[in-house]
């Protein structure tokens, strides 16, 4: 009896096996049942399906019909999109889907849906894989049509550069396109986009880097940097001594251009539009690979919080009471 109860006592120690939020006895995809074979990605499932069951009985009508649709579309988008290093892949779509299924559930309901591009082929001897995921703006009532106009085309021009023509050479390679974004609310009524793309076409390395857009939900407009801040110039001048004394201090441990933080050439860098990412928390100034520094340095960012710019922000402004 004593032997029977100890083996009891190391059963119940054991770890519960994992289980996804589906009956693994009835998976019947690759993906339900690479998902059945792996803890982590049970796990992942599990979180996923929670969060998306605790919005859903949040909402009603058709904020509720839009989330169910942006699921099975990610559902659809998942499965057709991870077709090599499985795990990782899955693994990655499951982080990404949590972490957005989070955004969603904070403030007003968004109507942001998952859009997504994915295709494979091959061209003599260059295989080619697309996995390009970008956000429509379906809210009611408001014209999104120029900003889902841009997002898309610019998914669909990465796609299209990836896909090697029929000139492309006999040399085995392997081209992509990669693109994935993350949303953030900087106040309730403004959605920053954050993009982050990686490509390779043929050559010695490959090519990425990081964008932003700002969405007014109001208005289903772009909106600029000029717009958040007051009339004048003072707040370019306050953000590029910030931006100047940060890039001084990532340079001593990361060398960069001393050239591309001259004052001229840094003025003509912060008028571009998609290095600005407004978070919840303060803006970040993005600088991809070769814009102040070289290819193997990578990227440099810029971190300010808004406590730092308040006095330059427009206080009618969306963001002017941050």
Same mark, same amino acid.
């Given at each position: 009896?004593?032997?029977?109860?100890?083996?009891?006592?190391?059963?119940?120690?054991?770890?519960?096996?994992?289980?996804?939020?589906?009956?693994?006895?009835?998976? @019947?995809?690759?993906?339900?049942?690479?998902?059945?074979?792996?803890?982590?990605?049970?796990?992942?499932?599990?979180?996923?399906?929670?969060?998306?069951? /605790?919005?859903?009985?949040?909402?009603?009508?058709?904020?509720?019909?839009?989330?169910?649709?942006?699921?099975?579309?990610?559902?659809?988008?998942?499965?057709?999109?991870?077709?090599?290093?499985?795990?990782?892949?899955?693994?990655?779509?499951?982080?990404?889907?949590?972490?957005?299924?989070?955004?969603?559930?904070?403030?007003?309901?968004?109507?942001?849906?998952?859009?997504?591009?994915?295709?494979?082929?091959?061209?003599?001897?260059?295989?080619? *894989?697309?996995?390009?995921?970008?956000?429509?703006?379906?809210?009611?009532?408001?014209?999104?049509?120029?900003?889902?106009?841009? $997002?898309?085309?610019?998914?669909?021009?990465?796609? /299209? @550069?990836?896909?090697?023509?029929?000139?492309?050479?006999?040399?085995?390679?392997?081209?992509?396109? +990669?693109?994935?974004?993350?949303?953030?609310?900087?106040?309730?009524? =403004?959605?920053?986009?954050?993009?982050?793309? @990686?490509?390779?076409?043929?050559?010695?390395?490959?090519?990425?880097?990081?964008? *932003? @857009?700002?969405?007014? =939900?109001?208005?289903?407009?772009?909106?600029?940097?000029?717009?958040? $801040?007051?009339?004048?110039?003072?707040?370019?001048?306050?953000? *590029? *001594?910030?931006?100047?004394?940060? =890039?001084?201090?990532?340079?001593?441990?990361?060398?960069? $251009?001393?050239?591309?933080?001259?004052? /001229?050439?840094?003025?003509?860098?912060?008028?571009?539009?998609?290095?600005?990412?407004?978070?919840?928390?303060?803006?970040?100034?993005?600088?991809?690979?070769? +814009?102040?520094?070289?290819?193997? /340095?990578?990227?440099?960012?810029?971190?300010?919080?808004?406590?730092?710019?308040?006095?330059?922000?427009?206080?009618?402004?969306?963001?002017?009471?941050?």
């Amino acid at each position: 009896m004593k032997v029977i109860a100890a083996l009891v006592l190391v059963v119940m120690a054991l770890p519960a096996l994992a289980q996804p939020s589906f009956d693994c006895a009835k998976a @019947s995809t690759t993906v339900e049942r690479i998902v059945c074979k792996s803890a982590d990605l049970a796990k992942a499932d599990r979180e996923m399906a929670a969060l998306y069951f /605790a919005l859903s009985g949040r909402l009603t009508g058709p904020a509720k019909d839009h989330l169910l649709k942006d699921q099975v579309r990610w559902n659809g988008s998942r499965a057709a999109a991870c077709t090599a290093e499985l795990e990782q892949c899955l693994q990655d779509k499951y982080t990404s889907r949590i972490e957005r299924l989070k955004f969603l559930g904070t403030g007003p309901y968004p109507f942001i849906s998952d859009q997504s591009i994915v295709r494979t082929g091959k061209v003599k001897a260059i295989t080619y *894989a697309i996995d390009a995921s970008y956000p429509q703006f379906d809210g009611p009532g408001v014209d999104f049509s120029a900003v889902n106009a841009e $997002f898309g085309n610019g998914a669909r021009k990465g796609a /299209a @550069s990836a896909v090697p023509d029929k000139d492309a050479g006999d040399f085995e390679q392997t081209w992509g396109f +990669d693109l994935r974004f993350t949303l953030h609310r900087p106040a309730a009524n =403004l959605v920053a986009v954050e993009f982050i793309n @990686s490509s390779y076409t043929g050559g010695a390395h490959g090519n990425g880097g990081t964008s *932003a @857009s700002l969405v007014d =939900l109001r208005t289903g407009r772009s909106v600029s940097p000029s717009s958040v $801040f007051a009339t004048g110039d003072e707040w370019r001048r306050a953000v *590029a *001594a910030l931006v100047l004394a940060d =890039l001084k201090k990532q340079f001593v441990e990361k060398p960069g $251009f001393d050239e591309a933080i001259e004052p /001229a050439n840094l003025a003509k860098l912060l008028r571009d539009p998609t290095r600005w990412l407004f978070k919840a928390d303060g803006l970040t100034i993005i600088f991809n690979a070769y +814009d102040v520094g070289s290819y193997a /340095a990578g990227s440099y960012d810029v971190d300010i919080p808004y406590a730092s710019l308040r006095a330059v922000m427009r206080a009618e402004a969306p963001l002017g009471s941050r």
